[in-house]
């Protein structure tokens, strides 16, 4: 199974939220929006700063990026 890394971007920083071993991308994919949505909740001030969640893999490329913002679940 994948390494997934999940970082807040805050204009040009990154910073680390932690990393998961998950099935496929389409789970981490999942699991930024999540994240993404919680953020929105617990930091509403990171959404006046255009911040985002962006997910990348064992070799540290960027695969996807969220922005901190209310997903609708459905």
Known sequence: MPYFNFDLVIGE???????????????????????????????????????????TDADSKEFYRTPVNLIPRG
């Open 13 to 55: 920083d990154f910073k680390n939220q932690g990393g998961m071993i998950l099935e496929d991308t389409e789970i981490a994919i999942d699991k930024a929006d999540s994240l993404a949505s919680e953020l929105c909740i617990v930091r509403p001030e990171l959404r006046s700063r255009r911040c985002a969640v962006r997910v």
